[in-house]
């Protein structure tokens, strides 16, 4: 698909509203970038909801020709129209989720008058979110093109999920999810919010058409969490941090333990990337950073090895970059560079 005839992948990245610059519209292009800016029930550090209007002002310093795929941007990029409702909405709901969770930590109950209907409110507006996201990316699904997801917390994705199983649901097929996180994200209404930031996962595999789960760098997860993924029957497959440092200091290599990473996900994955997966060295502003984690070579390895394997990618996120005062062009600089690397990876897997 082409974009602007006049458009140079080597002349200075203009901003333009468009992640990485590029010159196409979203019926000009076989992938569309959603952004979700909303950060409501960070546990944390708050901001990342504004994490994509970081990322965007980053990405334009990339350069577009891609190890992995050096001129797969002409298949076209674009970046769909934001709901202003959603970083308005994200910004209001967001101090009533505070008071919400400074009430649970002070020995305060859910119920408690007032309390009650902060977290009623809350959990509407992330069903609204969720509806919205299903909504945008069902319409581009509908038309042919894939859809990638930035938010945000990693709470957003879940309507772009749904509207992925939607689809594939039509045609009988099922799914995986590749989830690189320091977290498991496993709890159930974590702190009363149906939609948390620590709920995306349980929530996700409450979507039949998703066949397994495969987490990737997890390091800081409860015993309730660790206890669903062990009664699972293999749905929940984890490959936390402890275990993939142990094996490599004991001699087994980042690419074999790839290839037994990859060979648990089934044909068709859906990739959920939140930025907290890396050393936190690399990604300092973020929701709740970990020690640990995936250097930028390892993601990108394990990105790469996964579209070369024969497997589609069939929509993906990168969550929970939360640009800060003191490294925020840092933040968002790693976040554009894996947010190009799984978006040419993803149109890679589907040549």
């Not at 952004?35 to 546990?43: F, H, I, Q």
């Not at 997966?277 to 090895?305: H, K, M, N």
């Amino acid at each position: 698909m082409s974009g602007n005839n006049n458009f140079s992948p080597d002349d200075i990245g203009v901003a333009n509203g468009n992640y990485f610059g590029l010159p196409f519209e979203t019926d000009q292009a076989e992938l569309v970038l959603l952004s979700a800016p909303w950060d409501v029930t960070v546990s944390y550090n708050s901001g990342t909801a504004e994490g994509p209007e970081a990322i965007l002002a980053a990405s334009t310093q990339v350069e577009l020709r891609d190890a992995h795929y050096p001129e797969g941007w002409r298949r076209g990029i674009a970046t769909a129209a934001v709901d202003p409702w959603i970083a308005e909405t994200s910004e209001r709901l967001r101090t009533e989720a505070e008071r919400v969770i400074a009430h649970l930590e002070a020995g305060g109950e859910p119920t408690d008058t007032g309390i009650a209907t902060a977290l009623e409110a809350v959990n509407a507006g992330s069903e609204r979110l969720n509806g919205l996201i299903f909504d945008q990316a069902s319409s581009f699904l509908a038309a042919g093109r894939l859809v990638g997801l930035v938010g945000g917390d990693h709470s957003t994705p879940l309507g772009l999920m749904r509207a992925v199983a939607a689809a594939l649901a039509k045609r009988g097929e099922r799914f995986g999810i590749l989830h690189i996180d320091a977290h498991a994200d496993l709890r159930v209404a974590y702190e009363g919010f149906t939609y948390s930031h620590a709920s995306i996962m349980y929530n996700a595999l409450q979507l039949p058409q998703v066949e397994r789960l495969v987490q990737v760098g997890i390091r800081d997860f409860c015993g309730a969490e660790a206890s669903l993924a062990a009664e699972s029957e293999g749905r929940i497959v984890q490959y936390d941090d402890h275990t993939l440092a142990r094996n490599a200091f004991e001699g087994i290599g980042w690419g074999t333990q790839c290839a037994e990473i990859i060979d648990r996900l089934p044909k068709l994955v859906y990739v959920s990337f939140d930025i907290d997966g890396l050393s936190p060295d690399l990604c300092p502003g973020t929701g709740t950073p970990v020690p640990g984690g995936l250097s930028f070579r390892e993601a990108v390895y394990l990105l790469a090895r996964l579209a070369a394997s024969g497997r589609r990618i069939v929509g993906f996120d990168l969550t929970e970059v939360a640009p800060t005062p003191n490294d925020g062009e840092w933040n968002a600089n790693v976040g554009a560079r894996i947010l190009y690397k799984l978006a040419n990876l993803t149109l890679l897997a589907n040549l």
